[in-house]
């Protein structure tokens, strides 16, 4: 880790846009060790291994027909700094190219700080993804499937639990986002809609509460269905993992517990929480495969109401 190297290169931002994208990433990457990856024949196998027995399994235990991406990828943090470096890139291209700061080339090196925080901070926290590739350049592209190896060794080895069954139930929860998204071709387009009617909101100096009132409902369907169905498909004991990484995610020293708030992972924290929440009563009162009926169509996606209370949720759709 190079902070001064990271500082240097956010102050050499350049360009015409809000951010100098190659300048966040080079800061990001400085200011972040990229972990080793080093992979053994078993630790290639053992992902491979994970996500198909995932697939099967949530196929089997969730009633939905899905296809895992082709593009499976075991990286580094420097490399997911890589991946997600476009994806932050596509949401803010709109709102650059209708801003006009009063001081550009000050708000450029601000700018390119932030993101390059920002990717830095979640390079080293995230532990897999799967990546549905909103608002992406090439609508056709693959999705894809990563796993960040040195922080799934790390946080297992934090936790002090066995990092082949801690790697397996990870994969679990990404194969599981993979599921939601094969088993609702219109979820994509239903968030990047919410996506894009919010920043043009933004653009014309205005907001539209719907917008983001939707996003952040369907986020809270999306995490809680996976947070449900990882540990009722997973083939193995999981309630010391589910104790312990809640613990994690409240936890950290000052500076991560900001950082977090930051970034809004305090959020994705009470989504993860209510929607997991809204699933286990569905999923206890009418069974998994009257959960997974939320993703035959939009208009079954849970109101921001009925995420409080299941029952009218239940008698509205009657899956």
């Known amino acids: 880790m190079n902070v001064f190297r990271s500082l240097r ?10 951010v100098d994208w190659a300048k966040a990433g080079e800061a990001a990457k400085a200011s972040t060790e990229p972990g080793r990856l080093d992979l053994t024949p078993a630790d290639r196998e053992g992902y491979a291994t994970d996500v198909r027995d995932a697939r099967d399994r ?10 895992v ?4 990828e075991v990286q580094n943090r420097h490399h997911w700094i890589d991946a997600n470096r476009e ?16 001081m550009p080339e000050l708000s450029r090196v601000v700018n390119t700080g932030s993101m390059a925080f920002a990717l830095g901070f979640l390079a080293r926290t995230v532990l897999g993804q799967y990546d549905p590739l909103l608002l992406a350049d090439d609508p056709d592209a693959d999705h894809g499937l990563y796993f960040v190896h040195p922080n799934v060794v790390a946080v297992a080895a934090d936790l002090d639990v066995a990092y082949p069954r801690f790697r397996r139930w990870i994969a679990f929860h990404e194969v599981t986002h993979a599921a939601e998204f094969g088993a609702a071709p219109w979820l994509s387009g239903y968030l990047e809609s919410r996506v894009e ?7 014309a100096s205005g907001l539209d509460p719907d917008a983001f009132a939707e996003l952040q409902t369907a986020m809270t369907a999306v995490e809680g269905y996976a947070e449900l169905v990882m540990d009722r498909a997973f083939d193995d004991e999981y309630a010391d993992l589910r104790r312990k990484l809640d613990a994690r995610r409240g936890g950290g ?15 994705k924290r009470r989504q993860y929480e209510r929607g997991a929440a809204f699933f286990e009563r569905v999923a206890d009162e009418r069974g ?13 996606l849970p ?14 759709v009657d899956p």
């Open 197 to 203: 009617r919010g920043i043009d909101g933004l653009r």
């Open 288 to 300: 998994l495969a009257a959960a997974s009926a939320v993703w035959e169509r939009p208009e079954r």
């Open 9 to 18: 290169a956010v102050s050499e931002a350049s360009g015409t846009g809000l």
């Open 58 to 67: 949530l196929r089997e235990v969730a009633g939905v027909d899905f296809a």
């Open 69 to 72: 991406p082709d593009a499976i």
């Open 303 to 316: 109101t921001a109401g009925e995420l409080d209370d299941p029952a009218a949720w239940l008698a509205r």
């Open 87 to 102: 994806t932050f890139r596509n949401v803010m291209e709109p709102i650059e190219a209708a801003a006009t700061p009063a």
């Open 253 to 267: 020293g000052p500076v991560t517990r900001l950082a977090r708030r930051l970034l809004g992972l305090g959020l």
